[in-house]
């Protein structure tokens, strides 16, 4: 007996709406999703999903990252960092960091100048940077030193006396820009007779025992020389002669020695620098700290001071420009034409020495009297932007010294820290607060020097 035509079709109704059912999943499966309907979110479905064969992806770190990660948290830096706003290509930070971390591969020198204010009078700070780094990376001796100095007795990296009779020249007076200016922006003409005498510093590391010496002089005179006397004992008859070009005159190569007397035999006018003290490797902190500098005049500087010689005769790895101390005033609120003006001397200088990175330093803290309270100036802050916009704007690096310091008050913090930090003017480091600074400076370095090691 056969089946009703009614009866067939039900009997399939289950494997059409199977069917139907199963066209619908492919369907929402592959179809792309409106995020809402009516109102009500709707997530994505893939009906499949259990039947599929192909692998899930997981979003775990890859072992790549995973190594990334804890090379990152392995150096539990907590300090300022610098700010590099150098363009990549032409990235000089990186450049320098990668000269410091090959001095442990190769023996060379790696120089570095701090162009600054009365805040490193005394090489404050600065010693404590070019100790630390030498520590770290090699090298005797305190660098570059001008002949005189108002703080020559204050500095205790280094001891000198002098005849008295020299005569200075500096970038700070308008009148002497013409003259043939040193790179610090200073020059010292002596006398016939006029000497100098420089003593290592006992019991600094570093510094206790000089090595090499060398005398940087513009001299016209052919009948020129010098009288070298070492330790008392060694002497030396030195002619320097004529040249229209600077002169490094090395006066001591690869000895051990502690004083050295330098007498100038002059019949004309003989422009003296200063004397280099250092080894053949390792790291040299060259302190050209002004009283009274802006660093505006040097973008004054002209070719007269013998820029391009500087270069070929004592090029730099780094150049680091801290200043701010003779600018910010409490009667002062308005610092366009700092922001105009120092950008130029920055690219003289990075025309100077093209192979060197430029790091410039913000201003730190700094403090006044408002109706007996003291408290950080209101124009600080307002410096410190128009100095970070200027390092910006001029492609090199930034390191904020204010913040590291410890930011707002910090400066009334440290003059009634024990010890103390800073002076009772609420507004220079002493030598405990240089310490300070100058550790953290160098623990930024070497972070920099560690994250470039792992690649990051």
Known sequence: MSNPPNSFIKLYQPFVLIGFVAIFCVIATELPMPPSVFGFEVKKIN?????????????????????????????????????????????????????????????????????????VEGDLLVQDLREALQNKFGGEGVGFVPITSVTGNFRQTIWSENSGNWQTISVLKNEEHKLPLGIGGE???????????????????????????????????????????????????????????????????????????IAFNVVKTMYAYGINFDTNEGVFVDNFGVRGASGVAMGAMQPYSLLADWNNEHAYDLMILEYGLNIVSPKTLQYQWFEKSFPKSIKKMEETFPDAATLLLSIGDRANNKNGVYQTMEQVPVFIAIQKNIAKQSSIAFWNMNEAMGGDSSIIKWVNAKPRLANKDYTHINAKGGEVLGKKLFETIWFEVKRRELNL
Not at 102 to 108: R, T, V
Not at 191 to 213: C, E, G, M, P, R
Not at 231 to 242: E, G, L, V
């Open 187 to 261: 020059a010292f003409i002596p006398q016939n007779q006029s000497w100098v005498v420089f003593a290592s510093a006992k019991k600094k590391n570093h510094l206790d025992f000089f090595h090499n010496a060398e005398l940087f002089v513009y001299n016209l005179d052919s009948s020129a020389s010098i009288d070298v006397t070492i330790d008392n004992a060694a002497f030396q008859h030195i002619t320097i002669p004529a040249s229209n070009h600077l002169q490094k005159i090395i006066i001591a190569d690869n000895q051990i020695f502690q004083h050295i007397k």
């Open 47 to 119: 009906f499949f999903s259990d039947f599929s064969t192909s692998k899930k992806t997981v979003s775990t770190p890859s072992i790549v990252n995973i190594k990334i990660k804890s090379a990152v948290d392995s150096l539990h830096f907590k300090g300022v960092t610098i700010e590099n706003f150098y363009v990549s290509k032409n990235d000089k930070l990186i450049s320098f960091i990668d000269k410091l971390k090959n001095l442990k591969k190769k023996k060379n020198k790696v120089r570095i100048a701090w162009f600054g204010d009365s805040m």
